[in-house]
């Protein structure tokens, strides 16, 4: 049987470069078979050396968006990215109860690959009150986890303790993604009330992966919009973020991007 398409809405920011923010999450979605829709919460001025501009998009056209795609095209399965202050914050988690049903993968966007601030600091508790209880599927990195539950985040074990914390804010389910951690292997878990699925490979040594945490949410997304089951979404996602980072084109002079397009040309 084919794959259904599967509609994603994706509320975030935009990149410049390409390599993150909606144009990666457009590329994911794509490639893996879905159709992705938009509501831009930001311009940013952006390339492989980083950000240099942050332009926020009016909160009433980020709704007015997002309106516009639901009520004609409707969605399957929604993906929040950048959202950069309180007011968006709100306006985001308001355009989610509007649509319950629908499964909601929020990545907490806080910093850029090159370490500008994405996310205002009086936003932290807004994500933290207002899209953990909406998030069917959280996927921070150590730096966000850390930021969300303020336990330290080094080890797997340490992933688990603030994983469970994340849970106990009220997301259904995180994927605790463990890039930021020291060592030859990277590890991410997926949480749930039920158990967790471990993720493992060894570390591929590139500067080549500005995006990585976009694509993963995005292909999440895309997975649970084509009906798979949380895991099933979770390990296609996975494996197609490691295919990509591994064939990245090695573009730009900074951090670059990944080869979104790799399933459309096959395996090696």
Known sequence: ???????????????????????????????LGGFAATAVT????????????????PAEIVTAQARAVLDDIG?????????????????????????????????PVMTAKGGA????????????????????????????????????VRTPDDQRRAGEALLALGARAVLMKGGHLEGGRVVDLLITPSGETLFEAGRIDTRHTHGTGCT??????????????????VARAWAYVQEAIARAPGLGAGHGPLDHAWPLRGRA
């Open 75 to 107: 969605a399957d399965a929604l993906k929040t990215g950048m959202l950069g202050d309180v007011a968006m914050v709100e306006t985001v988690a308001a355009i989610l109860d509007t649509v319950p049903g629908i499964p909601a993968v929020v990545d």
């Open 1 to 31: 049987m084919s794959t259904p398409l599967g509609r994603v809405l994706i509320i975030a920011g935009s990149d410049s470069g390409g390599g993150a923010g909606l144009q990666a999450d457009l590329k994911a979605v794509t490639a």
């Open 42 to 57: 930001a311009v940013t001025v952006q390339n492989t050396l980083g950000v240099s501009g942050v332009h926020p998009v």
């Open 117 to 152: 601030a994405l996310l205002a600091k009086e936003a932290m508790e807004a994500v933290r009150s207002l899209m953990i209880p909406r998030a069917w599927l959280l996927t921070p990195n150590a730096p966000e986890s850390e930021a969300l539950t303020g336990l330290p």
């Open 216 to 233: 993963l949410a995005s292909a999440c997304a895309a997975g649970l919009a084509q009906g798979l089951t949380l895991e099933a979404a």
